[in-house]
């Protein structure tokens, strides 16, 4: 996974429910739920493919064609979203 804590700092106050909770693919894009207790609202990116325990709400997925940004994630190193 690729996170961004940030979002959890501005949504801690939020009620984030479980919903679409499917199993995870690679590219998913997914919101935290409440939970996940302290990380709820953390963004993360699916870097590979794994079972949905429940806490990680789908929100969206990287459109395949872009899908091979993916490979440029890294630990440490920032990300985002460009519209």
Known sequence: MAR????????KDE????????????GDVIVVNN??????GELHIVLKD?????RKNVVGSIPA??????DYI?????F????
């Not at 961004?4 to 949504?11: I, L, P």
């Open 80 to 83: 985002a979203f460009i519209k």
């Open 15 to 26: 009620d984030i429910q479980p919903e679409n909770t499917r199993d995870l693919k690679r």
């Open 35 to 40: 939970e996940y207790g302290r990380y709820k």
């Open 74 to 78: 890294v630990p440490w190193k920032p």
């Open 4 to 11: 961004s804590t940030m979002s959890r700092v501005t949504y």
């Open 50 to 54: 794994m079972p949905n325990d429940g």
């Open 65 to 70: 064609n872009e899908a091979m940004l993916l």
